[in-house]
């Protein structure tokens, strides 16, 4: 894609500075930004939102490692996801709209990542990385869409959304498996562990580092931890300091528990980068979450309307962090540019000086970020960015056009077609001022219609027919036996065979993910 000029631009666009997508930089170099490519880390917990840590306002949360971090990193304040788990995956994984990628769900065949789809993990091992995935991927468990064929050389994830989850068709983990002591998808095999989920992806993923550093390989980690994802399980010493503090509960104990734990892993890897003498030159990437904020939310929300699979900015915007000492990115900065997820893989692109072919520079529509991460003040043009929650019954895509949803740009947002919201005056999203900007409603309106025609011939998982039997649980009982056997699983609903769970109990357990 050639760079269009801001009149080019402009008429492209179809109205204002705004577009729906941006055209991103080209990538025509093959040397990175510094001439010598750093390592990238990227850490991005589940289900935790930006409310959800002390630098950034929580009055209870202790999260020691993020805040020393926030002062050694630039901190992008306006920083969008999507509203929930499979679809942030899928946008970060290929620089685009989820929905582009045929991902509308967390469930149902329709959490698996197009295999048209190039990944950032391939992107990287083009121009000399290693890559690894340590956590939850959620964008298929069926061969041809794991991480193991997606660019990732080193896996070690659970399956389906969540540990011990399960639902019809291609969609479940191991069978039985719980955050303690979990059997984990190591390299094509399961592994039996001891200790508590996010203690053995960080533990292994500062092996594998270890490992890459002393060989003198540049890698790629992306640390996905399920947590704080549901189930709350956990050890009692990471939540019982949260007990019987005002207006806690046990779970959001357990929630508030879990996401310290994260932060003493993350301050653990932090220092292992220290000692190892590579810290100056590593990227490292922290995304608050996945998606809007879940169970903290009622304790603080950095006064956001709505959360978790809402299209308000609640739903949405979280904040990232950027530090690479080598890289010139200043520490203890702030920008307020409207940025995102999708800009992540054409970041990471000019930075290491991938080429991108004609197909895969179709496919990103993201921007780099690269001039923000030189200068926080660094001109960035406006544009729009369409967020949709999905997660309509089969069949009812086209009259779910306008179900939670909105399209917005760096001031205003229109949500679900009929609420416009001024986020400059009122970032709360409290008064509707849709009366008052008739010419700029339908400017958005139509951006919006241009968007849902482009995105509706790429929803190639609406029809899918799962697998009789979850590929996590067929693996684990090919490699400890047990599980149903033929007879059972004729007898057996195909959609559901090889499934403890109900069709019914796995439909209304939809809301988990």
Not at 241 to 249: D, H, M, R, V
Request: aromatic letters at 10%.
């Amino acid at each position: 894609m050639s760079k269009l000029n801001r009149r080019d631009f402009i008429r492209a666009a179809g109205f204002g500075g705004m577009a729906l997508v941006l055209p991103h930089r080209s990538f025509a170099g093959s040397r990175s930004y510094t001439g010598t490519q750093p390592n990238i880390i990227l850490v991005m917990p589940d289900d935790v939102g930006c409310g959800d840590y002390a630098c950034l306002g929580n009055p209870i949360m202790r999260t020691p490692s993020v805040d020393a971090f926030k002062r050694e990193s630039l901190l992008l304040t306006q920083f969008h996801v999507s509203p929930t788990c499979s679809p942030c995956r899928a946008s970060l994984m290929s620089g685009r709209h989820e929905f582009k990628n045929g991902i509308t769900h967390t469930i149902l065949e329709r959490e698996r990542m197009s295999l048209k789809t190039y990944t950032v993990a391939q992107m990287l091992k083009s121009v000399g990385y290693t890559t690894g995935i340590f956590g939850k991927w959620h964008l298929g468990d069926e061969e041809a869409y794991r991480p193991e064929s997606r660019g990732f050389d080193e896996v070690y994830i659970h399956g389906g959304g969540g540990i011990g989850q399960t639902y019809p068709g291609s969609c479940g983990d191991a069978p039985g498996n719980t955050n303690i002591d979990p059997a984990l998808w190591h390299n094509g095999k399961f592994a039996k562990t001891k200790g508590y989920c996010t203690d053995l992806f960080f533990g292994q993923a500062i092996k594998w580092m270890d490992a890459c550093r002393t060989v003198g390989k540049p890698f790629f980690a992306y640390i996905s931890p399920n947590a704080a994802h549901g189930p709350h399980v956990l050890p009692e010493e990471y939540y019982q300091q949260y007990l019987g503090k005002p207006g806690i509960n046990e779970e959001t104990a357990k929630f508030f528990g879990m996401i310290e734990n994260i932060d003493i892993n993350f301050g653990t890897l932090l220092k292992k980068l220290k000692e190892w003498g590579i810290e100056n030159n590593t990227l490292v990437i922290y995304l608050a979450g996945d998606n809007g904020g879940t169970a903290g939310t009622r304790i603080f929300n950095c006064g956001m309307k709505g959360g978790k699979g809402t299209s308000y900015q609640g739903g949405t915007r979280t904040v990232a962090f950027f530090r690479w000492p080598a890289g010139g990115i200043p520490a203890g900065a702030e920008c307020d540019a409207l940025t995102a997820h999708v800009d992540v893989f054409p970041t990471l692109a000019e930075i290491t000086g991938a080429r991108l072919n004609t197909d895969v520079k179709k496919q990103v529509e993201g921007r780099s970020l690269l001039p923000l991460l030189k200068n926080p003040k660094a001109e960035w043009a406006d544009r729009t960015l369409v967020h949709h929650v999905g997660r309509w019954a089969k069949g009812k895509a086209a009259e779910s056009k306008y179900a939670k949803c909105s399209i917005q740009n760096s001031r205003f947002t229109l949500v679900n077609n009929e609420e416009l919201y001024d986020l400059k005056a009122d970032p709360g999203e409290t008064k509707n001022v849709i009366a008052e900007y008739p010419e700029l409603v339908a400017k958005l309106r139509t951006a919006y219609d241009q968007w849902w025609n482009e995105v509706q011939p790429l929803l190639v998982n609406e029809n899918v027919v799962g697998p009789k039997m979850n590929p996590f649980k067929a693996l684990y009982w090919k490699q400890f036996g047990g599980g149903p056997d033929e007879k059972l699983l004729k007898r057996m609903d195909p959609t559901v065979a090889g499934d403890d769970a109900k069709p019914a109990k796995a439909i209304r357990n939809n809301k988990k993910q």
